[in-house]
């Protein structure tokens, strides 16, 4: 049996009960190809793949997460960068920003994965670091990004700390990636590192005065958050020129 599929099979040999309605619970049917980049990939990006869960192919892993988004540590945090980091490419014209659920792949790092966030740089496109791979419905809708991102985000969750802090990170730096952000709101204090590629690994970034510098966006952030009127977590990514 390929490693991936072994992988996904145990992944997901643990859901949970779900009462009653346990014989009505999800099965996901994974094809032989998907041991594969380029099966998983024609998986992901198919109509027989179930669109709630997320997946991920890392090395010979098949990593599934079907957990809902935690409300205030992931869900209202992602709205807040993803804002910000839209808002600011658009302003200054750097290149696009890729929402959550955007799917990437790199042949060299053995990878596919949809990042809580993406960003490709005008430059990346032109110099064909990155293109874009048309669904087999139409020429000119997207599904994958293909080959090295500028930079990616990910939000660490309950379901996610391995696969963000180590498995990722190897494959993000294996791909290329200049700058990955890994964001952790779970605890008292929110972590928020600027991770900066280096040949030998991702170092993090220093922070200078509570500000981390970014040199994918050429400028300073410093993230924050205090509790709303509700009583859960308001965040606030804050930027500023150098």
Same mark, same amino acid.
């Given at each position: 049996?390929?490693? *991936?599929?072994?992988? =996904?099979?145990?992944?997901?040999? #643990?859901?949970?009960? !779900?009462? &009653? @309605?346990?014989?009505?619970?999800?099965?996901?049917?994974?094809?032989?190809?998907?041991?594969?980049?380029?099966?998983?990939?024609?998986?992901?990006?198919?109509?027989?793949?179930?669109?709630?869960?997320?997946?991920s192919?890392?090395?010979?892993?098949?990593?599934?997460?079907?957990?809902?988004?935690?409300?205030?540590?992931?869900?209202?945090?992602?709205?807040?960068v993803?804002?910000q980091?839209?808002?600011?490419?658009?302003?200054?014209?750097?290149?696009?920003?890729? *929402?959550?659920?955007? =799917?990437?792949?790199?042949?060299? #790092?053995?990878?596919? !994965?949809? &990042? @809580?966030?993406?960003?490709v740089?005008?430059?990346?496109?032109?110099?064909?670091?990155?293109?874009?791979v048309?669904?087999?419905?139409?020429?000119?809708?997207?599904?994958?990004?293909?080959g090295?991102?500028?930079?990616?985000?990910?939000?660490?969750?309950?379901?996610?700390?391995?696969?963000?802090?180590?498995?990722?990170?190897?494959?993000?730096?294996?791909?290329?990636?200049?700058?990955?952000?890994?964001?952790?709101?779970?605890?008292?204090?929110?972590?928020?590192?600027?991770?900066?590629?280096?040949?030998?690994?991702?170092?993090?970034?220093?922070?200078?005065?509570?500000?981390?510098?970014?040199?994918?966006?050429?400028?300073?952030f410093?993230?924050?958050?205090?509790?709303?009127?509700?009583?859960?977590?308001?965040?606030?990514?804050?930027?500023?020129?150098?």
């Amino acid at each position: 049996m390929p490693p *991936a599929i072994k992988s =996904l099979k145990r992944r997901t040999a #643990a859901l949970p009960d !779900t009462g &009653p @309605d346990r014989d009505c619970a999800p099965v996901l049917s994974v094809p032989v190809t998907a041991a594969t980049l380029e099966g998983f990939i024609a998986w992901a990006c198919s109509d027989r793949f179930p669109k709630q869960w997320s997946a991920s192919f890392i090395g010979d892993e098949i990593y599934l997460d079907m957990s809902p988004e935690e409300l205030e540590t992931h869900v209202r945090l992602k709205a807040e960068v993803s804002r910000q980091i839209h808002n600011l490419t658009k302003a200054v014209d750097l290149g696009i920003f890729y *929402a959550d659920r955007t =799917l990437i792949a790199n042949q060299d #790092a053995g990878l596919s !994965t949809e &990042p @809580d966030g993406t960003f490709v740089r005008w430059e990346s496109f032109e110099n064909k670091r990155v293109r874009r791979v048309a669904s087999r419905k139409s020429d000119d809708r997207f599904m994958t990004l293909v080959g090295t991102p500028d930079w990616v985000v990910e939000i660490v969750s309950e379901t996610s700390v391995a696969k963000d802090t180590k498995k990722l990170r190897q494959a993000y730096h294996r791909a290329g990636v200049p700058e990955y952000w890994l964001i952790d709101a779970r605890g008292s204090v929110v972590s928020f590192q600027i991770l900066s590629y280096r040949r030998s690994g991702y170092v993090s970034v220093r922070p200078r005065r509570g500000w981390l510098r970014s040199m994918v966006f050429e400028r300073e952030f410093r993230l924050l958050r205090e509790r709303d009127r509700s009583g859960g977590w308001d965040y606030t990514l804050e930027i500023r020129e150098k």
